[in-house]
């Protein structure tokens, strides 16, 4: 169990030293709330219980629509939580007429969120002993992954074709596919305390926290350059929303249909950011340097677009260049690389930062009607290399600032102590 050392200057004091056991950090660790569900039945009701919480959400704004306007009949409400459903999950939707292909990403967000709550729970139903070995562990997250994913699906399978078409219902099932997948991969592996870069080398296993360096720069310029936009152009967000005349309940939907969109709203301005710019249309263009804008929806949101371009949009190029020094950095933090390591391992990380910017956004482009209102979003193929080369450049950049600092800093504490 323990051992006991006296201490030089007090040989009258003991210091206990304990290790602890597998056995008894087993013991220690908190035991899940529900541990009378067997794993597969937990991760059935829990999976059943993340599909149910999405539809309500999806019914919460189209019950809040009907409330404010008495007259809508009730079948317009259930068709309406079906779109938006659909639309949840990557399906085309049809809301008021209107084809909607642009994807709410906020409650994609929340389905994968639901997912992997559902997993985690069914994860910590596993009963195995301490000194499991750790390929067992991982078979255990593939089977609790394997039922989520599969009830999740299964309920897709049942209920798309009810609320929408055959082409609807195809898009609908391979979104929840990847939507389950993706939120019980992250469930099971923290529900099981399992950490899949612990096999690799110390300096690979840094990839995730520089890479989350990285996009978490980028979102935090992107936030930063969409809350500007706003504020410099918030008499027209507001002359758009009060030309709706929506107010009390309906003002309350208009606001909350707009914030689902709120990630894709980042994903765009991030793509701004970058230098890559928003497609508006066929023949609409916003980046730095350029501004062109079509015919858009009367949605408040898109009172904050800019209609004129100046030089100071150049400045914002540099949230890349950081974001591309920041996953650098944090790459190569707390290990001893050569330079040429820190250059090549900082270009690694920023670009996989920027790899994974460039693929959340383009799932935030679709249409929002027809003719004028086809292909908005991120433009592509330009963000493929600009959220690509330029932080793999910074990032070696990062790397390499990193490890001359420390070389210079170990330097002048050598003359230090010389001296």
Known sequence: MGHTMRTPGEPSTDVSLTVARAEEAAALRPKPRWTYLPWPVAALVWTLAAAAAVWIISAALPVAAWVAAARTPAMAVVDATGQMWLAAHGATAQLGGVMIGLPPLGMTLLAIAACGAAARHAAEQVVAPPDIALTLRWRSAAAVVGVCVATYTVAAVIASPIVGTSEQAVAAVAGAFAVSLLGSVIGAMVGLELDPWQLTPAWLARLPRAVG???????????????????????????????????????????????AYAPTAV?????????????LGPDGLLAPGRATVGTLPAIPAFGALPTTSGPQDWAWLTVGVLAGLAAGAVMVRRTTPTLLQAAWRGASSGLAAGALWAVASWFATGDLGARALVGLGPRFPDLWWLATLPLAAAGACGGLIVVAWRRVRAAREGDGQAG
């Open 213 to 259: 360096a990285g996009t978490a720069m980028l979102a935090a310029g992107a936030t930063l350059a969409l809350i500007m936009a706003f504020v410099s152009h918030w008499t027209q967000v507001q002359h758009l929303h009060d030309s709706l005349g929506a107010n009390g309940v309906g003002a309350a939907v208009l606001i909350a249909v707009q914030l």
């Open 267 to 279: 994903l765009w301005a991030g793509s701004f950011v970058l230098g890559a710019g928003i497609r």
